[in-house]
């Protein structure tokens, strides 16, 4: 999710407004999807935005914090390597 988080810093983006999560990760996918990335790459992109919008989906971006993301993002690693276990 470092290309996510790279897009939010370069795009600035105003968090006084009240953009959710889920309506910047569904933009965001489909910018992303629109380069010339593999379909494979943009399924992952697409599991992790799913599996981050059941924490943060209707979370406005501007309550966020750095914490609940990192929190997050280790979850989601966690559920990866427990699979591969699998």
């Given at each position: 999710m470092i290309d996510l988080e790279y897009i939010l810093g370069k795009a600035k983006l105003d968090f006084k407004n009240d953009i959710t999560f889920k309506d910047m990760a569904a933009e965001w996918l489909d910018?992303?999807?629109?380069t010339d990335r593999k379909i494979?790459?943009?399924?992952?992109?697409?599991?992790?935005i799913e599996h981050?919008?059941?924490v943060f989906g209707f979370h406005k971006l501007k309550d966020i914090t750095k914490k609940m993301y990192q929190d997050a993002i280790t979850s989601l690693k966690v559920e990866k390597k427990s699979k591969m276990k699998k």
């Open positions: 910018v992303y999807s629109n494979s790459t943009i399924s992952v992109k697409k599991h992790e981050l919008n059941t």
